[in-house]
């Protein structure tokens, strides 16, 4: 063949492989290149992504694991939380940053059924409205000073029999307190039951001065009474300022009480920290039913972080 012919056939042939060197690529309408990946794609819509997961050779994308009650309660960083969730013995540990333990007593069964179930397979204390408490001796830290602002938070599942000998219709779920004279110190969680005629919540606060200052959320009056309840008091010193929070899992609505005006506040100087009982130099008003998740909070639990605290439980 000629040497001619050879470039002839050379140049007839380029044309072909130059169009088989761009197949799969495409070009815009100015001339841009656009890359294979790209091209036939609808704008602003990405290729498909290639399979993952087992058979594929690519890891799976873990799930997000759902937010735990007690991890939403450790973010907040409380001072002391018992999670009363002990099986045996007489010890409630402390989970929170203290690190104070408390002291089971009387008539207390552990390793009931919690208030986070399902969710979370909690367990919790059961106190008998006779004698059952949880102490704490008396520890400064446990009572914030004056001008300090704290909040309290558990869950109560009211219990006994209303209609039963020895009943008591005032109850404390926990309390911190010294009074003398009619003049309280420190602060009261209360609940009063059934076959009172205006059962609630109460969260009262002491002055050294005058009688307990309080605020209070209504409960029902019947077995919905019963029904575990997220509640929380917190206390702001600079607006002095008290108020109340319950949540029941039966509606899942959040009743708060009207913050109060003009509240002071000064701390217990001498007495233990129960839960499950009230009083001062002794306990009364033992509580009936079971307390869960106890958290002290010292600054205040941000009123934000109320609602989302529950929400974690479900």
């Known amino acids: 063949m000629s040497g001619s012919l050879i470039v002839l056939v050379v140049l007839a042939v380029l044309p072909v492989v130059l169009v088989l060197a761009f197949a799969g690529c495409g070009l815009n309408a100015v001339g841009t290149y656009v890359p294979p990946a790209q091209t036939g ?38 001072l002391v939380y018992w999670r009363l969730d002990e099986a045996s013995g007489t010890t409630a540990k402390d989970s929170g940053t203290a690190k104070i ?26 106190f008998d409205g006779k004698n059952g408490v949880m102490t704490v001796a008396y520890n400064m830290l446990l009572n914030p000073p004056a001008a300090a602002s704290f909040s309290l938070e558990c869950w109560i599942k009211p219990g006994g029999d209303p209609t039963g000998g020895g009943w008591q219709p005032t109850q404390f779920v926990a309390a911190s307190r010294d009074a003398a004279g009619g003049k309280n110190f420190g602060f009261e969680l209360v609940v009063i039951r059934d076959p009172d005629p205006n059962p609630r919540v109460l969260a009262r606060i002491g002055d050294g001065v005058n009688p307990f200052q309080e605020v209070s959320v209504a409960l029902p009056v019947g077995a919905e009474q019963t029904a575990w309840r997220h509640v929380v008091m917190s206390y702001i010193a600079t607006a002095k300022t ?60 941000p009123d934000s972080r109320v609602r989302p605290h529950f929400d974690a439980s479900r």
């Open 41 to 78: 794609q609808p704008p602003g819509q990405q290729p498909a992504q290639p399979p993952s997961g087992p058979g594929t050779g690519t890891p799976a994308t873990p799930p997000t694991a759902p937010v735990q009650y007690h991890d939403a309660v450790l973010a907040d960083k409380p």
């Open 242 to 301: 008290l108020t109340l929070w319950v949540t029941s899992v039966t509606d899942l609505k959040t009743n708060m009480s009207a913050p109060s005006s003009g509240v002071a506040y000064q701390p217990n100087p001498v007495n233990p920290f129960r839960v499950a009982a009230g009083g001062g130099g002794s306990p009364t008003g033992f509580f009936a039913g079971s307390v869960d998740e106890f958290a002290l909070y010292n600054p205040a639990l």
């Open 101 to 126: 333990d408390g002291t089971y007593a009387g008539g207390v069964t552990l390793g009931q059924i919690g208030a986070l179930e399902p969710k979370d397979p909690d367990k919790v204390a059961a």
